[in-house]
């Protein structure tokens, strides 16, 4: 597991997460779990929609939210034609 640099600003109204020095949009929790010889793990629910959709379909990222998951470790996949 990759680790990454979490900043917690927990001050209600002024609450901001921040993973990797990116500040992280649409969440709607968060859970931090620390115990005695085991590093802490940060776990962040984000705001995001779901659908099924039966045929084609254009799915766009906003900038924010393609930010906020490659601070998580996210790789957005190839443009279509572009291959890996």
Known sequence: MIKRHAKL????????IEVNGQPLTGVTSITLHGAVREIPSLTVDL?????????EVVVTVP???????VALGWTAPAEPGQGR
């Open 9 to 16: 600003n927990l001050t209600p109204g002024r609450t901001v």
């Open 63 to 69: 900038t924010k939210t393609a930010d906020t998951l």
């Open 47 to 55: 705001l995001l929609n779901e659908a099924e959709v039966d045929g």
